[in-house]
């Protein structure tokens, strides 16, 4: 891991890290870089399970900007600004994200080190996250965030539960809702 | 207090700040025995004491002439929740990731297959004209 790197860094005069996670994502390097740093690709898995983003625009350079909405299955829309602080292709990504209220005032800002190590044609992938402001909204925000994304999935339990048991009498009509979801 | 969760968030960024809180976790201590392990001046330690004091993390009994600090759970768990949610967030999104991925990568080895298969006719198209 290059956590050594993370160190000498001059944005971050800290080493301490709020939340780390680390994943092995079944991809080569190249290609896991791709889907963190095209519009197109984070626009398909930014967010938790049922969020879409109808806006995600990265403009992936140093300063450059990122902007998201992820709309909750339940419609609210949760926007997000960011800018990257570094890159280093296909290592290492860097950057500041802030979660906007409606004024579009932050509510929390995240310093987030993203690194990208091989690891015999799979990706080793640890974030670091470091809170560098949160207000007192912040708190209802996630929960929030998380009603939203686990009501959905209870709804879909409850849909699914259903159409298993109107299985046996209307399958025509059941292969209509199914095409719906 | 508005911004109480930054306060905490703020005071627990300091490696000797989380010492100090590691050491309070175990029971009340006076300033004397927690600056003991550090190699710091008692101002220094005083300092950051004052830091934690102001985010709520520790208070510092009155009554007693040695004023031992005690830990004050209370923000901590407020940012621990926090962080926990923040936590499901990300594992939410990789999980998701992790779907896209495979996707990504059917899509790409499809694509492979059928470039191949071009080349193929490709050469043998050049081979006819020898």
């Not at chain 1, 409850?158 to 209509?176: G, R, V, Y």
């Not at chain 2, 960024?13 to 175990?26: F, K, N, Q, V």
């Not at chain 2, 926090?82 to 991925?101: A, C, G, K, N, Q």
């Not at chain 2, 071009?118 to 050049?126: A, D, G, I, Q």
Request: net charge neutral; aromatic share 8%; charged share 30%.
């Amino acid at each position: 891991m290059s956590a050594h790197k993370a160190k000498t860094s001059s944005t971050m005069p800290c080493s301490e890290w709020d939340l780390v996670i680390t994943r092995v994502f079944d991809a080569p390097r190249e290609l896991v870089f791709k889907a963190w740093t095209e519009s197109k690709h984070v626009a398909q898995w930014w967010g938790p399970t049922g969020f879409t983003n109808p806006l995600c625009e990265l403009d992936v350079r140093v300063g450059g900007t990122i902007r998201i909405d992820m709309r909750a299955p339940n419609g609210v829309v949760y926007p997000m600004k960011g800018v990257f602080d570094e890159i280093d292709e296909p290592e290492r990504l860097v950057f500041i994200s802030s979660a906007l209220d409606e004024k579009g005032n932050s509510m929390f800002d995240v310093l987030t080190n993203v690194t990208f190590a091989e690891q015999g044609g799979k990706t080793e992938l640890t974030m670091q996250a470091r809170v560098i402001k949160a207000t007192a909204q912040a708190q209802q925000y996630l929960q929030g965030m998380e009603a939203g994304w686990t009501l959905s999935l209870d709804r879909l339990g409850k849909h699914l539960d259903s159409i298993q048991e109107s299985k046996s009498s209307t399958s025509s009509s059941i292969d209509k809702q199914e095409e719906h979801m | 207090m508005e911004d109480q969760l930054s306060q905490t968030f703020g005071a627990l960024a300091d490696p000797t700040r989380r010492a100090i809180l590691s050491r309070l976790a175990s029971g009340e201590a006076s300033v004397t025995e927690l600056a003991e392990p550090f190699a710091m001046s008692m101002p220094a330690i005083s300092k950051h004491l004052k830091v934690l004091e102001r985010a709520g993390l520790i208070a510092r009994t009155r009554e007693a002439q040695w004023r031992p600090c005690r830990l004050q759970a209370a923000p901590l768990q407020a940012v621990a929740g926090w962080v926990e949610h923040y936590r499901r967030y990300w594992d939410e999104s990789f999980d998701r990731l992790d779907e896209y991925l495979r996707e990504l990568k059917r899509k790409d080895s499809k694509n492979r297959v059928s470039k191949n298969k071009e080349k193929e006719k490709k050469h043998v198209r050049t081979q006819g004209k020898d």
